[in-house]
C-alpha cells in the first residue's frame, strides 16, 4: 500500500489525494451526495469492510469532510453529513463523474444528473444544459441506472455549516 504523506511534496494536489485519494474515500463521498448518512447505509451500498469504512469516516471527521451527529444512545449510532468543506467536493465528484462517462465506462452513463428546476443536465461547467442556471448539490436529482422503472430519484444532500 501506498504511504498516506507525501513529506517532500509541498503540493496542493499531493495533499489532497492524501485526505481524499484513495477509492473508498472518494465513494464514500459520493454515496454522502447522493443522501448516505448511516454507517450501515454507506456498507449497504457500498460492500466494503465494516473496518475500512470505520476508519475512512473517522478520517472523514477528523478532516471535517463529513460531520458525525448522534441518532442513538443505545448502542451508540450516528449519521455522518456533508460539512461545506464536504461540499466543496462537489465540483470534484462531478469532473471524476463526466470524465469516468467519457473515459471510463461504455454504453450510457451508469448515474444521470438532472436539473430539478428544468430538467436540463449539467454541462462539465456544472451549468444547466437548458437554462444555463449554475448548478450545486441541491440544484440537481440523481438517478441510477438499473434501478428499475420505479426507482426514486436520489435526494439532495444536506450540508451542514460548521464554524471553525
Same mark, same amino acid.
Given at each position: 500500500?501506498?504511504?498516506? +504523506? @507525501?513529506?517532500?511534496?509541498?503540493?496542493?494536489?499531493?495533499?489532497?489525494? $492524501?485526505? &481524499?485519494?484513495?477509492?473508498?474515500?472518494? #465513494?464514500?463521498?459520493?454515496?454522502? =451526495? =447522493?443522501?448516505?448518512?448511516?454507517?450501515?447505509?454507506?456498507?449497504?451500498?457500498?460492500?466494503?469492510?465494516? %473496518?475500512?469504512?470505520?476508519?475512512? #469516516?473517522?478520517?472523514?471527521? %477528523? $478532516?471535517?469532510?463529513?460531520?458525525? !451527529?448522534? @441518532?442513538?444512545?443505545?448502542?451508540?449510532? =450516528?449519521? @455522518? +453529513?456533508? %460539512?461545506?468543506?464536504?461540499?466543496?467536493?462537489?465540483?470534484?465528484?462531478?469532473? #471524476?463523474? =463526466?470524465?469516468?462517462?467519457? +473515459?471510463?465506462? $461504455?454504453?450510457?452513463?451508469?448515474?444521470?444528473?438532472?436539473?430539478?428546476?428544468?430538467?436540463?443536465?449539467?454541462?462539465?461547467?456544472?451549468?444547466?444544459?437548458?437554462?444555463?442556471?449554475?448548478?450545486?448539490?441541491?440544484?440537481?436529482?440523481?438517478r441510477r441506472a438499473g434501478l428499475? !422503472?420505479?426507482?426514486?430519484?436520489?435526494?439532495?444532500?444536506?450540508? &451542514?455549516?460548521? !464554524?471553525?
Open positions: 500500500m501506498l504511504p498516506r +504523506h @507525501y513529506q517532500s511534496e509541498r503540493c496542493s494536489i499531493a495533499k489532497t489525494l $492524501e485526505i &481524499v485519494g484513495d477509492r473508498w474515500t472518494m #465513494l464514500i463521498i459520493r454515496e454522502a =451526495f =447522493f443522501g448516505a448518512h448511516r454507517f450501515d447505509d454507506f456498507h449497504r451500498r457500498l460492500g466494503v469492510a465494516r %473496518t475500512v469504512l470505520s476508519d475512512r #469516516l473517522d478520517r472523514l471527521v %477528523t $478532516e471535517g469532510i463529513v460531520r458525525r !451527529e448522534r @441518532y442513538q444512545d443505545r448502542p451508540a449510532r =450516528f449519521e @455522518y +453529513h456533508l %460539512t461545506a468543506k464536504g461540499m466543496d467536493l462537489w465540483p470534484v465528484l462531478m469532473a #471524476l463523474l =463526466f470524465w469516468g462517462d467519457r +473515459h471510463a465506462i $461504455e454504453g450510457p452513463p451508469p448515474t444521470v444528473v438532472v436539473h430539478r428546476g428544468c430538467g436540463g443536465v449539467p454541462d462539465e461547467r456544472r451549468m444547466c444544459s437548458r437554462c444555463r442556471a449554475p448548478l450545486g448539490p441541491s440544484d440537481v436529482r440523481a428499475g !422503472e420505479g426507482a426514486a430519484d436520489v435526494p439532495a444532500p444536506t450540508v &451542514v455549516v460548521v !464554524e471553525q
